[in-house]
Every structure is written in C-alpha cells, then in structure tokens.
C-alpha cells in the first residue's frame, strides 16, 4: 500500500496508520489526529509505506527510511545518499525507485531496510519528478512543468535499467496508472490518458539496435557531429535537448539504412538562434531503444580583426 504525505522538513504519522496496527486510543476516523512528527534532514517530498517502513524522498538529502511499527515511536533506521535530488519514490517487492532529479532513475535494494543498497541507475532527459512502477517497467515524468515528457525504462535488470519508449506529453506532472494507461495530471490541460507500453517483441526487422553514440569535438565552440552505426535499417529520430529537457533542435526523423551514419548540429536552436555555452544532450532513438550523449558548448572567444579566432 502507498500513501502520499508532503510535508516539509518533517513526516506526519497520521491516525489511519496507527489503526493499521491496532493501536487502542484511537476508535473515531472522522477526528484524526497527528501522533508523531518525524523530523528528517531535507525536505520530505513523498513518502511510500511498505509493511512496517516509511521510505521518505528527502530532496537533496537523499531517501531515509523510518520504522514506523509503532507509529508513536517512529525510528529513522537508515539513510541512502542519492548525490542528487530525490523527488519521489517507488516500491515493488524488495526494490525502491527514486526519481532523483537531474540524475534520472536510482534502483535500490531494500530487502534489508536498514542495509539499504544502490543496484543501478540511469539518466533521462531533464529533470525526473514522479515514477510509477508496473511489472518490469517504471514510468518516469521528467523536465520542468511545461516542457515534460514521460519516459518508459525497462527495469528488468535492476543493475542495468533501459529506456525503452518516450512521449512527449508538456506539462504533465505526475503519473499513475490503471490495468492498461497511464494517467497523467497535465497542468491546465486537464489529464491526458496514453496506453501503456507494449512489452510484445515484433520482429527484429522493426528494431534498430544502436551502438557507441559519439560526439566530437567534445567540448566544442562551433559545430558538433554525433556517429553511431545502425544494425539494420529502420526508423530513427534523433535531437539535441537541453539539461531541463526542452528540445533545442531536431537533427533527423525518418528511416535510416543499416550501417553508419553521421549526424551534424551547428549549435542553432530550432529558430536559427545559437544556443548559450552550457551542457546539451543528443538523443537518438530507434525502434524500442534509445541513446544518450552529452556535449559541452564553450563560447566561443573573441575574433580578430582578419576573422580568425
């Protein structure tokens, strides 16, 4: 079972927990009251209950994890530092997945709670914010409000999670999911309903395996080229995406022949505008897989009076 409570610097035990676990004082749902406020490190921004255990989302502080058997004497009972901001959380069986902010999706296993242990992770594109999990895939909503998109990683393997679908679906927030869609509150667009992925394998004529996606020159100051080798000729897409998410220029869409290709990104945003000196993300996808690169624009230093730099 999960429960959400956001709460600041704190965690709020309320009366229905307690009458989960039989305490005696309490015999009136409709006058509930706060047995205990559980101070934490960060700033607690979601929180999953898992049998006795609270596993908290604590922002920059990372995940804690309380036992809360006795709702009125809760015990911190560890701590996992996630190096970035944790937002939400997930659990399924013995694994927690943490939306960790700018480094995507964290796997953690909590078969021992108070040993908790980071199996694997993986970066999406911006910003991850919400996860939903189902079977061997977690739904991730990632960027800032108004340029999100939701992202589908395979986490079959918890040491090596894939990303496997993407839709761009701006200004969702948070998702949930039914026996076959995903939910999304999408801001004042009201809510957005998408089928769930499809875990069906087509024929491998369909899938466009990609390998040692490049970018060079890397840092650059002028134009960028990205490599990759396609194993058989199918669709690709290919962009180049900020740090928050929000794509900056489409680089290629359509079906590429088998073999190696070369992409080129002059450093323009879609509007012929050229992009400010910072990190930057070249994502190709193909069939069901998708790979990330990351490039580092400098700006570019002053020319003399002849034109050279």
Not at 90 to 110: H, S
């Amino acid at each position: 079972m999960r429960e959400r409570r956001r709460a600041g610097r704190a965690v709020h035990l309320h009366h229905r927990q307690i009458l989960r676990h039989g305490h005696p004082r309490l015999s009136d749902p409709t006058d509930p009251w706060v047995a205990r406020q559980v101070p934490v490190p960060g700033s607690a921004l979601d929180v999953a209950i898992d049998g006795q255990h609270a596993f908290v989302a604590d922002g920059w502080s990372g995940l804690q994890i309380i036992d809360v058997a006795d709702p009125t004497n809760p015990q911190l009972v560890a701590s996992v530092a996630t190096n970035y901001d944790a937002k939400d959380v997930a659990i399924q069986g013995t694994l927690a997945y943490v939306a960790n902010g700018n480094d995507g999706l964290l796997v953690i296993d909590i078969a021992d709670p108070t040993q908790p242990q980071i199996l694997g992770s993986i970066s999406v594109l911006g910003r991850s914010s919400s996860i939903t999990v189902a079977g061997n895939l977690a739904y991730i909503v990632a960027g800032p409000p108004g340029y999100s998109s939701l992202q589908v990683v395979d986490v079959t393997d918890p040491a090596a999670p894939a990303i496997v679908g993407y839709a761009d679906v701006s200004g969702a927030y948070v998702a949930a999911l039914t026996p076959d869609h995903v939910v999304l509150a999408n801001g004042s667009a009201g809510v957005v309903i998408l089928p769930q992925h499809c875990d069906t394998e087509t024929s491998v004529t369909t899938t466009v395996a990609v390998a040692s996606l490049q970018a060079y020159p890397n840092p650059t100051s002028s134009q960028t080229s990205f490599r990759f080798r396609a194993a058989v000729t199918g669709p690709v897409q290919a962009a180049v995406y900020d740090v928050a998410g929000r794509r900056v220029r489409a680089l290629a869409s359509g079906t590429m022949a088998a073999g190696s290709h070369e992409l080129h990104w002059n450093g323009r945003d879609e509007q012929g505008r050229m992009a400010p000196a910072g990190t930057y993300l070249v994502r190709v996808v193909a069939g069901r897989q998708a790979y990330t690169s990351r490039v580092a624009r400098r700006t570019r230093r002053g020319s003399c009076c002849c034109g050279r730099l």
